[in-house]
């Protein structure tokens, strides 16, 4: 049995309204030099969030009511644009666990869930009702349960949907591939060392 299964995710949470926002907008072109994503938490929507003078703008991610949420809260085609890792990587590291959205862009969305970070649509209308109960009470606890595909916003309860598949990894635990390949190594190894190119030809 993995170590890595998740169920639910709980705690407060922190929305980002507007459709199609890219991969772009949540982390800059200019942060992908890094070697690690470690320091990439608080470069996340870095230009949304400040001019070019570096003043602060207004936005979720600069409230101070939104620190220390896990739960990001967004609108439709999230996280579209280029595939780059860094997106949900630099979300991650800002304190994001769980996404509720309307929809989500692909590949941003299995690169979530090779993270261990779930991604569940939900309705217009219940997106932006959860929404607005957290603008009104920053404290608001959520909880995204994987198992009922359900998100919770104080005492109301939402309805969503996630693949059965990734579904199933997150539930699982099959989501973290170091886990599978630490796992299952001496499958692996008895793989690589009947593979003429890695053993040489017999």
């Known amino acids: 049995m993995s170590n890595f299964e998740i169920k639910s995710i709980a705690g407060t949470g922190v929305p980002v309204k507007g459709n199609d ?20 938490g608080p470069e996340s929507f870095k230009d ?3 001019d070019e003078k570096g003043n602060p703008k207004e936005h979720s991610f600069n409230n101070p009511v939104y ?16 595939s780059r890792e860094h997106a949900p990587q630099a979300l991650n590291r ?18 979530c869930i090779a993270m261990g970070v779930p991604c569940m649509v939900f309705s217009h209308e219940d997106i932006e009702t959860a929404s607005d109960i957290v603008i009104k009470n920053p404290k608001a606890k959520i909880e995204i349960n994987v198992e009922k ?50 053993n040489g030809w017999q």
């Open 94 to 111: 800002w304190g994001i666990k769980a996404i509720a959205g309307e929809s989500f862009a692909e590949i941003f969305y299995g690169n």
């Open 149 to 198: 595909q359900t998100m919770t916003v104080d005492s109301k309860t939402f309805k969503g949907s996630i693949p059965d598949g990734s579904r199933g990894q997150l539930l699982n635990g099959s989501w973290d591939a170091t886990f599978q390949l630490l796992e299952n190594e001496a499958e692996v190894k008895a793989i690589a060392n009947s593979l003429p190119y890695v």
């Open 67 to 82: 620190q220390g949420a896990s739960i990001l809260l967004v609108n439709k085609n999230f996280g579209c644009g280029s």
């Open 48 to 50: 949304d969030r400040f």
């Open 21 to 40: 926002i890219d991969t772009d907008r949540i982390i800059p072109a200019r942060f992908l030099k890094c070697v690690t994503f470690e320091a990439l």
